[in-house]
């Protein structure tokens, strides 16, 4: 009896050890990860994804300073390359984000050990784009390093330079897209100024791609100024907006355009593209969805008075400013500049003139008809 006793003792603890093992079990399974660790798995998995694309090697940058015209050209000749149709020099030109004329002496520039022909060996922008894999196609432009890429399906198929707004006039972060296009456009704020080959991505604001003089920092009216050869090929890549059943424009319906960040304006020469050490310094981190990032925030006084009364979400523009001065986008005493309808000034100046002229021949006339009856 003592015996049987024993054993359903120890049969009755057995079961009970392998409940409360079970229980402890099924309490570690169900401890639930925090958002910190889940961000750190999901950002080691994109990092993986994006390294297992990069097949480029590795080109280191040096650093520095122009002597003199003949040091210049001495770089210049050592870089080019007359057997070969692939645009040495461009590379050149793109890793410091102005064009060649603009190399001075007493300035820095970055040049590469190694030239290879194909431009997106030198993207600061990673090779895949994991946040874009749905996406046909998308533009990423970054303030900071002067630059944009454009990704088909998360698939980086265009590097460049871009010379964008200055700072009473940004360009400023957050998501557009490509409106209109026009092979030779004259700007409706300025017929003086020609842009070849313009894709606007914001109507009302005037934002643009477009060709135009790369002097290598922001120096722009709030557009993304190109190369010729980039700006060519982005014009005839994007797609421009998509229109309703009733044939009005879709908002936001145009290839996706996404500013990532804002330039350093305290920094008063070149940009932090010089400090790169090599094509793998630095890449650039991309929204984790890009079609979730917020819809650009433009100031009023950057819209002309004649496109403010077609806005979308006009109390925006109006509380802009003040926004992007809190987000430190606008640095304190920064003044932004009113834009200005030239043609206009110019059309109400050649008017003032006109009546001016009318007026004094009026009075010459006049003069002329005393003159004659005095005569007589």
């Given amino acids: 009896m003592d015996k049987i ?5 120890l049969l009755i603890t057995l079961i009970g050890f392998i409940l409360i093992l079970g229980c402890e079990k099924k309490e570690e399974e169900e401890i639930p990860l925090t958002k910190e660790q889940l961000d750190s798995i999901k950002n080691v998995e994109i990092e993986k994804e994006i390294a297992k694309h990069d097949t480029f090697p590795k080109i280191t940058y040096t650093q520095i300073i122009i002597r003199d015209r003949d040091h210049i050209q001495s770089i210049f000749d050592k870089i080019k390359n007359p057997n070969s149709e692939f645009p040495n020099l461009k590379v050149l030109a793109t890793l410091n984000r102005k064009e060649l004329r603009f ?39 970054s303030n900071k390093y002067q630059a944009y890429a454009c990704y088909e399906y998360g698939h980086l198929v265009r590097f460049a330079a871009s010379n964008t707004g200055k700072e009473r006039t940004q360009t400023y972060p957050g998501r557009y897209s490509l409106e209109w296009k026009e092979a030779v456009h004259r700007s409706s704020l300025d017929s003086e100024w020609v842009m070849p080959f313009n894709f606007n991505f914001h109507s009302e ?38 229109k309703d059943t009733n044939g009005k424009k879709i908002p936001l319906s145009g290839t996706p355009v996404v500013l990532i960040d804002h330039f350093d304006f305290a920094r008063k020469t070149g940009g932090p593209w010089l400090d790169f050490k090599s094509n793998k310094d630095s890449l650039l981190s991309l929204p984790i969805d890009p079609m979730a990032v917020e819809e650009a925030l433009i100031p009023m006084c950057q819209i002309p008075e004649a496109s403010r009364g077609s806005l979308r979400n006009r109390a925006r523009y109006v509380s802009a400013e003040d926004t992007l001065r ?45 003159e004659n009856l005095n005569h007589e």
């Fill in 326 to 370: 809190a987000r430190g986008v606008i640095r304190p005493g920064v003044k932004l500049i009113v834009t200005v309808d030239y043609n206009k000034q110019r059309r109400l100046k050649e008017l003032k003139a006109l009546k001016a002229k009318e007026a004094r021949d009026k009075e010459t006339l006049k003069k002329k008809e005393t």
């Fill in 5 to 9: 006793k024993r054993i359903k003792y």
């Fill in 205 to 242: 604001a005037g934002n643009a791609f477009h060709q135009f003089m790369m002097p290598g920092r922001p120096v722009s009216h709030s557009c993304c100024r190109q190369f010729m050869d980039d700006a060519k090929w982005l014009f005839y890549w994007g797609e421009g907006y998509k």
């Fill in 103 to 141: 190399f001075a002496v007493g300035q820095t520039i970055v040049i590469p050990d190694t030239i290879i022909e194909n431009m997106l060996a030198y993207s600061c922008f990673p090779q895949y784009y994991p946040g874009a894999k749905d996406l046909k196609k998308i533009i990423i432009v």
